[in-house]
Protein backbone atom coordinates (compact mmCIF):
# COMPACT_ATOMS: atom_id res chain seq x y z
CA UNK A 1 0.00 0.00 0.00
CA UNK A 2 1.26 3.52 -0.77
CA UNK A 3 2.32 6.17 1.89
CA UNK A 4 1.39 9.88 0.58
CA UNK A 5 3.57 12.92 1.61
CA UNK A 6 1.93 16.41 1.99
CA UNK A 7 4.46 18.93 1.62
CA UNK A 8 2.78 21.61 4.20
CA UNK A 9 5.66 23.78 5.39
CA UNK A 10 4.75 26.99 3.55
CA UNK A 11 4.61 29.94 5.27
CA UNK A 12 1.53 30.52 3.12
CA UNK A 13 2.67 34.13 2.03
CA UNK A 14 0.25 34.69 -0.04
CA UNK A 15 -2.93 34.93 2.09
CA UNK A 16 -0.99 36.31 5.05
CA UNK A 17 -1.87 37.75 7.33
CA UNK A 18 -4.28 35.15 8.47
CA UNK A 19 -1.69 32.88 7.94
CA UNK A 20 0.20 34.43 10.80
CA UNK A 21 -1.24 32.32 13.29
CA UNK A 22 -2.98 29.97 11.00
CA UNK A 23 -1.56 27.32 8.71
CA UNK A 24 -3.09 28.15 5.73
CA UNK A 25 -4.21 23.95 5.30
CA UNK A 26 -6.46 25.14 8.66
CA UNK A 27 -8.03 27.46 7.07
CA UNK A 28 -12.07 26.31 6.54
CA UNK A 29 -13.51 25.37 3.50
CA UNK A 30 -17.34 25.71 4.98
CA UNK A 31 -16.75 23.45 8.27
CA UNK A 32 -13.18 21.58 7.63
CA UNK A 33 -9.83 22.31 6.85
CA UNK A 34 -8.64 22.17 2.85
CA UNK A 35 -6.02 19.57 4.00
CA UNK A 36 -8.90 17.09 5.45
CA UNK A 37 -10.20 17.41 1.53
CA UNK A 38 -6.56 16.53 0.46
CA UNK A 39 -6.69 13.81 3.30
CA UNK A 40 -9.91 12.33 2.00
CA UNK A 41 -8.63 12.10 -1.50
CA UNK A 42 -5.58 9.87 0.01
CA UNK A 43 -7.80 7.24 1.76
CA UNK A 44 -10.73 7.45 -0.76
CA UNK A 45 -7.15 6.21 -3.57
CA UNK A 46 -6.42 3.63 -0.46
CA UNK A 47 -4.12 5.70 1.01
CA UNK A 48 -3.68 5.19 4.82
CA UNK A 49 -0.31 6.07 5.83
CA UNK A 50 0.13 10.06 5.63
CA UNK A 51 3.33 12.42 6.39
CA UNK A 52 3.22 16.18 6.87
CA UNK A 53 6.41 17.55 5.80
CA UNK A 54 5.80 20.80 8.34
CA UNK A 55 8.12 23.78 9.26
CA UNK A 56 8.88 23.85 13.31
CA UNK A 57 5.83 26.35 13.81
CA UNK A 58 2.99 24.20 11.90
CA UNK A 59 3.22 20.85 14.39
CA UNK A 60 0.09 21.24 15.35
CA UNK A 61 -1.57 20.30 11.88
CA UNK A 62 -1.33 17.05 12.64
CA UNK A 63 -2.87 17.32 15.91
CA UNK A 64 -6.50 18.14 13.42
CA UNK A 65 -6.43 14.30 12.78
CA UNK A 66 -5.77 12.96 16.36
CA UNK A 67 -8.72 11.13 18.38
CA UNK A 68 -10.22 13.38 20.56
CA UNK A 69 -12.29 10.87 22.83
CA UNK A 70 -12.85 13.53 25.25
CA UNK A 71 -15.01 16.01 23.30
CA UNK A 72 -16.56 12.47 21.76
CA UNK A 73 -17.83 11.92 25.31
CA UNK A 74 -18.56 15.09 26.05
CA UNK A 75 -20.94 15.61 22.40
CA UNK A 76 -22.27 11.83 23.37
CA UNK A 77 -23.26 12.88 26.83
CA UNK A 78 -25.32 15.38 25.32
CA UNK A 79 -26.92 13.39 23.17
CA UNK A 80 -24.88 14.66 19.28
CA UNK A 81 -24.28 11.03 18.46
CA UNK A 82 -23.55 12.10 15.17
CA UNK A 83 -21.52 15.08 15.75
CA UNK A 84 -19.18 12.13 17.88
CA UNK A 85 -19.18 9.71 14.96
CA UNK A 86 -17.86 12.19 12.45
CA UNK A 87 -15.22 13.46 14.61
CA UNK A 88 -14.26 9.61 15.22
CA UNK A 89 -14.67 8.96 11.34
CA UNK A 90 -12.09 11.97 10.80
CA UNK A 91 -9.86 10.10 12.95
CA UNK A 92 -9.97 6.67 11.48
CA UNK A 93 -9.31 8.21 7.51
CA UNK A 94 -5.64 8.06 8.02
CA UNK A 95 -2.60 7.78 10.22
CA UNK A 96 -1.32 11.00 9.95
CA UNK A 97 2.07 12.44 11.43
CA UNK A 98 4.74 14.84 10.88
CA UNK A 99 8.19 15.09 9.21
CA UNK A 100 10.09 18.43 9.80
CA UNK A 101 11.60 20.90 6.90
CA UNK A 102 13.86 23.10 9.14
CA UNK A 103 14.51 25.18 6.06
CA UNK A 104 11.91 26.43 3.01
CA UNK A 105 14.64 25.16 0.52
CA UNK A 106 11.76 24.11 -1.68
CA UNK A 107 9.65 21.18 -2.80
CA UNK A 108 12.21 19.11 -3.91
CA UNK A 109 14.10 19.28 -0.28
CA UNK A 110 10.35 19.21 1.17
CA UNK A 111 9.49 15.62 -0.45
CA UNK A 112 13.32 14.80 0.30
CA UNK A 113 12.88 15.37 4.39
CA UNK A 114 10.06 12.34 3.92
CA UNK A 115 12.63 9.70 2.60
CA UNK A 116 12.82 8.03 5.66
CA UNK A 117 9.28 7.95 6.45
CA UNK A 118 8.70 6.43 2.85
CA UNK A 119 11.53 3.91 2.68
CA UNK A 120 12.24 2.00 -0.21
CA UNK A 121 8.51 2.30 -1.46
CA UNK A 122 6.85 4.09 -4.14
CA UNK A 123 4.51 6.73 -2.53
CA UNK A 124 2.25 9.44 -3.55
CA UNK A 125 2.82 13.25 -2.95
CA UNK A 126 -0.34 15.60 -2.78
CA UNK A 127 0.12 19.25 -2.77
CA UNK A 128 -2.37 20.69 -0.52
CA UNK A 129 -3.54 23.74 -2.47
CA UNK A 130 -4.81 21.60 -5.28
CA UNK A 131 -7.93 20.37 -4.72
CA UNK A 132 -10.02 17.97 -7.04
CA UNK A 133 -13.62 17.65 -6.69
CA UNK A 134 -14.35 14.40 -9.05
CA UNK A 135 -16.36 11.13 -8.67
CA UNK A 136 -13.08 9.37 -8.95
CA UNK A 137 -10.34 10.51 -7.22
CA UNK A 138 -7.37 12.04 -9.45
CA UNK A 139 -5.03 10.13 -7.19
CA UNK A 140 -6.78 6.65 -7.27
CA UNK A 141 -7.04 6.81 -11.04
CA UNK A 142 -3.09 7.75 -10.76
CA UNK A 143 -2.61 4.71 -8.72
CA UNK A 144 -4.07 2.59 -11.28
CA UNK A 145 -1.85 3.72 -13.57
CA UNK A 146 1.18 3.12 -12.12
CA UNK A 147 0.50 -0.46 -11.21
CA UNK A 148 -0.41 -0.60 -14.99
CA UNK A 149 3.02 1.16 -16.10
CA UNK A 150 5.25 0.99 -12.51
CA UNK A 151 6.82 3.99 -13.72
CA UNK A 152 6.20 7.70 -11.81
CA UNK A 153 2.77 9.37 -12.97
CA UNK A 154 2.10 12.74 -13.00
CA UNK A 155 -1.46 14.48 -12.68
CA UNK A 156 -1.49 17.36 -15.24
CA UNK A 157 -4.15 20.27 -16.82
CA UNK A 158 -4.91 21.92 -19.63
CA UNK A 159 -3.79 26.27 -17.80
CA UNK A 160 -4.19 29.26 -19.85
CA UNK A 161 -1.10 30.42 -21.63
CA UNK A 162 -0.97 33.46 -19.41
CA UNK A 163 -1.13 31.45 -16.49
CA UNK A 164 1.86 28.48 -17.41
CA UNK A 165 4.38 30.62 -15.27
CA UNK A 166 2.77 29.60 -12.13
CA UNK A 167 3.45 25.69 -12.85
CA UNK A 168 5.59 22.91 -14.29
CA UNK A 169 5.12 22.67 -17.98
CA UNK A 170 5.58 19.66 -19.52
CA UNK A 171 6.25 18.78 -23.23
CA UNK A 172 4.24 15.25 -23.76
CA UNK A 173 3.09 13.24 -26.63
CA UNK A 174 -0.56 11.47 -26.21
CA UNK A 175 -1.11 7.61 -25.31
CA UNK A 176 -4.74 7.59 -24.81
CA UNK A 177 -7.32 9.87 -24.33
CA UNK A 178 -6.17 11.08 -20.66
CA UNK A 179 -2.72 9.33 -20.96
CA UNK A 180 0.53 11.11 -22.10
CA UNK A 181 4.34 10.35 -22.19
CA UNK A 182 6.13 12.98 -20.40
CA UNK A 183 9.00 14.35 -22.77
CA UNK A 184 10.05 17.24 -21.18
CA UNK A 185 9.17 19.50 -18.02
CA UNK A 186 10.43 22.94 -17.06
CA UNK A 187 9.13 24.21 -13.64
CA UNK A 188 7.74 27.86 -14.10
CA UNK A 189 8.23 28.98 -17.27
CA UNK A 190 7.83 32.41 -19.32
CA UNK A 191 4.69 31.99 -21.62
CA UNK A 192 6.85 32.50 -24.47
CA UNK A 193 9.62 29.66 -23.46
CA UNK A 194 6.37 27.08 -22.47
CA UNK A 195 6.64 23.58 -24.40
CA UNK A 196 3.01 23.53 -23.92
CA UNK A 197 0.26 24.95 -21.66
CA UNK A 198 -0.11 21.24 -20.14
CA UNK A 199 0.88 22.18 -16.11
CA UNK A 200 1.52 20.01 -13.23
CA UNK A 201 -1.37 20.08 -10.89
CA UNK A 202 -0.41 18.56 -7.40
CA UNK A 203 -0.54 15.19 -7.48
CA UNK A 204 2.59 12.74 -7.89
CA UNK A 205 2.94 8.83 -7.79
CA UNK A 206 6.26 8.49 -7.52
CA UNK A 207 9.56 5.35 -6.74
CA UNK A 208 11.99 5.73 -4.11
CA UNK A 209 14.29 6.49 -6.93
CA UNK A 210 13.23 10.28 -6.91
CA UNK A 211 15.04 10.71 -4.11
CA UNK A 212 18.31 10.60 -5.26
CA UNK A 213 17.71 12.36 -8.29
CA UNK A 214 16.68 14.96 -6.36
CA UNK A 215 19.51 14.50 -4.26
CA UNK A 216 21.57 15.30 -7.32
CA UNK A 217 19.50 18.62 -8.94
CA UNK A 218 20.79 22.06 -7.87
CA UNK A 219 19.11 24.98 -7.11
CA UNK A 220 16.55 26.01 -9.81
CA UNK A 221 13.63 28.45 -9.87
CA UNK A 222 13.66 31.05 -7.07
CA UNK A 223 16.84 29.26 -5.94
CA UNK A 224 15.20 26.56 -4.73
CA UNK A 225 15.71 22.48 -5.08
CA UNK A 226 12.47 22.12 -7.23
CA UNK A 227 10.74 18.61 -7.32
CA UNK A 228 10.18 19.65 -11.10
CA UNK A 229 14.13 19.43 -12.10
CA UNK A 230 13.86 15.85 -9.85
CA UNK A 231 12.04 14.52 -11.90
CA UNK A 232 13.31 15.64 -14.95
CA UNK A 233 16.20 13.92 -14.65
CA UNK A 234 14.26 10.34 -14.09
CA UNK A 235 13.40 11.18 -17.50
CA UNK A 236 16.25 9.88 -18.83
CA UNK A 237 15.85 6.74 -17.16
CA UNK A 238 13.12 5.60 -18.22
CA UNK A 239 9.06 6.60 -19.33
CA UNK A 240 7.61 9.06 -17.11
CA UNK A 241 3.41 9.34 -17.60
CA UNK A 242 0.85 11.94 -17.23
CA UNK A 243 -2.31 11.91 -16.15
CA UNK A 244 -4.66 14.28 -17.66
CA UNK A 245 -7.38 15.74 -15.19
CA UNK A 246 -10.62 17.61 -16.21
CA UNK A 247 -12.45 17.08 -13.49
CA UNK A 248 -12.82 20.45 -11.37
CA UNK A 249 -10.06 21.69 -9.51
CA UNK A 250 -10.07 24.53 -6.81
CA UNK A 251 -6.81 26.29 -6.22
CA UNK A 252 -6.59 27.03 -2.29
CA UNK A 253 -3.30 28.85 -2.17
CA UNK A 254 -4.74 32.65 -3.38
CA UNK A 255 -7.15 34.51 -1.60
CA UNK A 256 -9.81 34.60 -4.94
CA UNK A 257 -9.33 30.46 -5.10
CA UNK A 258 -10.11 29.98 -1.25
CA UNK A 259 -13.67 32.40 -1.53
CA UNK A 260 -14.52 30.44 -4.47
CA UNK A 261 -13.47 26.95 -3.29
CA UNK A 262 -15.64 27.85 0.09
CA UNK A 263 -18.16 29.21 -2.22
CA UNK A 264 -18.14 26.05 -4.35
CA UNK A 265 -18.34 23.50 -1.34
CA UNK A 266 -20.81 25.40 0.49
CA UNK A 267 -23.24 25.23 -2.55
CA UNK A 268 -22.58 21.54 -3.12
CA UNK A 269 -24.27 20.92 0.19
CA UNK A 270 -27.73 20.00 0.35
CA UNK A 271 -27.86 21.25 4.07
CA UNK A 272 -26.39 24.65 3.51
CA UNK A 273 -27.33 25.52 0.08
CA UNK A 274 -30.75 26.91 0.23
CA UNK A 275 -29.56 29.51 3.17
CA UNK A 276 -26.17 30.44 1.08
CA UNK A 277 -28.15 31.04 -1.78
CA UNK A 278 -30.43 33.44 0.09
CA UNK A 279 -28.17 35.50 2.18
CA UNK A 280 -26.24 35.86 -1.05
CA UNK A 281 -29.19 36.79 -3.24
CA UNK A 282 -30.08 39.47 -0.43
CA UNK A 283 -26.73 40.87 0.17
CA UNK A 284 -25.83 41.41 -3.52
CA UNK A 285 -28.89 40.52 -5.77
CA UNK A 286 -26.68 38.08 -7.36
CA UNK A 287 -28.12 34.47 -8.26
CA UNK A 288 -25.65 31.57 -7.10
C1 LIG B 1 4.34 23.56 -7.33
C2 LIG B 1 5.24 22.83 -8.35
C3 LIG B 1 4.77 23.11 -9.76
C4 LIG B 1 3.29 22.74 -9.89
C5 LIG B 1 2.46 23.49 -8.84
C6 LIG B 1 1.01 22.99 -8.87
O1 LIG B 1 4.57 24.94 -7.43
O2 LIG B 1 6.58 23.24 -8.17
O3 LIG B 1 5.52 22.36 -10.67
O4 LIG B 1 2.84 23.05 -11.19
O5 LIG B 1 2.98 23.27 -7.51
O6 LIG B 1 0.21 23.63 -7.93
P1 LIG B 1 4.03 25.97 -6.29
O7 LIG B 1 2.62 26.28 -6.66
O8 LIG B 1 4.15 25.26 -4.98
O9 LIG B 1 4.94 27.16 -6.40
Known sequence: MLKAVIPAAGVGTRLLPVT???????????????????????????????????????????????????????????????????????????????????????????????????????????????????????????????????APVISLAEVKREEVSSYGIVRARRVSSRVVRIEDMVEKPRPEHAPSCLGIVGRYVLPPEVFPAIRATRPGWGGEIQLTDGLRALLRRGPVYGLVHRGRRLDMGSRAGLVVASAYFALKRKDLAPEVRKGLKALLGVRA
Do not use: N
Open 20 to 150: KVVPKEILPLVDRPSLQYVIEEAAASGIRDVALVVSPGKKALVDYFRPAPKLEGWLRGKGKTELAGQLEALARLARVSSVLQRRPLGLGHAVLCAEKFVGRHPFAVMLPDDIFDAPVPCLAEMVRLWDRFH
